[in-house]
């Protein structure tokens, strides 16, 4: 496999250059025209065959080994973010979006491991499905590309997924998990109802603030007395709404929250849970609950097997000093969720802090001022090339 390296230094310019041009025009959601037409110009002349999503600017790319053999699937996410960046950079965005998480080097990253791959389609033994994806961010791409059949694109069921995404921290480290990878992302609104009045005479009213405000007290202390601290949760209340002026007491009174969950378990019993609580806080100050409990993106669970294969395979090319076996999940969340749901496979985290910036300090995803150093391309695109390569084949390039 360290053909792979190898070859990857050659096209690591291209790569930059395409990186940065990405960097400049970040687009948002599923609608990424230019992001979807500046792949396609990359992928033009390779042995592909390549298909366009109908509901969201997707592009499928299939390159058919060589030999016969089993499917594999590597993703990349396309998308940016609604952030002012606040770098100083030649390449600074110009748009007022930002690629705050990298998803500018997934792209990138993938179109090399594409080229690398077709340079070898002859020995290929099986078949390797690109998938560039938009909307990671929201309102979720994945979904909806396998629900147009990414998964299938080959002619059969991908039989394992890989996708590496970039993090702050030591530059060319790897890490990864066997198991649950990332937490689930959920969305919690809760309305309270009530009748409305002057706030002179709260008597003559069914105040919706206060049953809201103990409910969001108490919510915090519930998940400490609910939920095991081996399968925890995360709630955050994000969100408080009520009434506009200060001398009137509304009808109705709103929060929301984000709720990360590492199991199918834990989601059940929130989901139980939090309406129990919500209903019963507001009938003891004769007000209702309207609660709506939402999955955005399941909880990301890497296949044993395949977490295995990566870290050897990772471990062989880069050596094992560059590749650290997670202890813990992380609890951001990833629609990558939805293909390892499907498929077995491992979602790889690859960190690239620029060498200047101290990786203890360094900004993290989403931030204005988040920096991921492009030199850990040719690595990415030799990584993606090697684990397809190395599940289909099953030994070094």
Known sequence: MDSFKDA????????????????RF??????????????LKELEGLPLEISLGSSLTSITAVLRGG???????????MDGLPVQEDNDLDYKSENNNMHACGHDLHTAGLVGAARLLCDRKDELEGNVVFMFQPGEEGPGGAKPMIDE???????????????????????????LRGGTAMAGSNCLSVTMHGMGGHGSQPH????????????????????????????????STTVLRAGEAYNVIPPNATMKATVRTLSKDSW????????????SIAAGHGCTAE?????????????????DNAAETLSSLFGKDRVVIADDPLMGSEDFSYVLDQVPGAFIFLQ??????????????????????????????????????RTLNGSGA
Request: glycine share 4%; hydrophobic share 45%.
């Open 8 to 23: 990857s230094r050659l096209i690591h310019d291209d790569l930059v250059k395409l990186r940065r041009d990405l960097h």
């Open 26 to 39: 970040p687009e948002l959601g599923n609608d990424l025209p230019r992001t979807q037409q500046r792949v």
């Open 67 to 77: 030999k016969p053999g089993k499917t594999v699937l590597l993703r990349g996410d």
């Open 149 to 175: 059949g990414v998964l299938d694109a080959s002619g059969e069921r991908a039989s394992a997924a890989f996708g590496i995404h970039v993090m702050p921290g030591e530059q060319g480290v790897f890490f």
């Open 204 to 235: 003559n009213t069914l105040d919706p603030v206060a049953p809201l405000v103990e409910f969001c007290q108490a919510l915090q202390t519930m998940v400490t007395r609910r939920f095991s601290v081996f399968d925890p949760i995360v709630v």
């Open 268 to 279: 059940t019993l929130f989901n139980s849970a939090v309406r129990e609580l919500a209903c």
């Open 291 to 307: 609660v709506d409990f939402e999955t955005t993106y399941p909880v990301s669970v890497n296949d044993h097997a395949e977490a």
């Open 352 to 389: 690239a802090t620029p060498p200047e910036i101290d990786p203890e300090t360094a900004e993290v995803n989403h931030s204005p001022k988040v920096l991921f150093d492009d030199a850990v391309l040719a690595d990415q695109c030799a990584a993606l090339a090697a684990l397809a390569w």
